[in-house]
């Protein structure tokens, strides 16, 4: 089974605090993507990988960076955390070929709380 | 842009149908993803459809539609474990990896 893995499921931070979100996949697939979930808008990508130190932006990357040393670890970081940026954290993994899979379905992993003070 | 769109809530009773649209206007269109999300928890993955017609799959069916721009989701012989969120989810393109999602519709089974 796939599993996709996020280092907290609840995390409390203070204004200003630098604050980081590990994610780890253990089928290894090549993309690897953070989104944040809110009530009345659904999944919203920040950053996205598709190799080890590669990344791109997403829809809102703004006040978020992100960091893939590894394949199967991706880093989302909030530089210095504010109180809009409280919200439920999904990490999701893919395949980047599809002959090594039937679609890009993506795997998510159990999310973070995030609440910032 | 993206422009997904589905029903925020929808109420069932337990045994019955529901069905939950999905309609969409995207820059591209390769396939169309439902995911369930129960709360607290990770989506996880119900169908996926690429040429229109209906897949069924157990109790759900999921149906497209692409001249259209739409697709449904078919939840039947509605259970309380049922009650969750369901995504909507566009992937534009097969060699864009990012997916579209919609805001998400949340059903809830009675008894």
């Known amino acids: 089974d796939v599993k996709v893995t996020q280092s907290s499921r609840y995390l409390v931070k203070r204004t200003g605090e630098k604050v980081f979100l590990e994610c780890v996949q253990d089928m290894d697939h090549e993309n690897m993507f953070w989104y944040r979930q809110d009530p009345g808008l659904g999944l919203r990508l920040i950053y996205f990988s598709y190799d080890v130190k590669m990344k791109e932006k997403g829809d809102i990357p703004e006040g978020y960076s992100v960091s893939r040393e590894k394949k199967e670890r991706f880093s989302l970081i909030l530089e210095s955390a504010s109180t809009n940026q409280t919200s439920m954290y999904l990490c999701a993994s893919s395949f980047i070929l599809l002959d090594r899979g039937p679609n890009n379905e993506q795997f998510f992993g159990p999310g973070t709380r995030l609440t910032v003070l | ?111």
């Open chain 2, 1 to 111: 842009g993206q422009n997904i769109d589905q029903p925020t809530e929808m109420t069932a009773t337990e045994g019955a149908i529901v069905q939950i649209n999905c309609t969409y206007q995207t820059s591209g269109f390769n396939g169309l993803f439902w995911y369930q999300q129960h709360a607290g928890e990770a989506p996880t993955f119900l169908s996926y459809n690429v040429l229109d017609g209906l897949e069924e799959k157990g109790r759900f069916s999921s149906f497209l539609s692409r001249s259209k721009g739409y697709s449904y989701l078919l939840l039947k012989e509605l259970q309380m474990k049922d009650s969750a969120s369901y995504l909507c989810a566009v992937s534009p393109t097969s060699n864009d990896y990012k997916l579209s999602f919609g805001a998400g519709t949340t059903v809830t089974v009675r008894a």
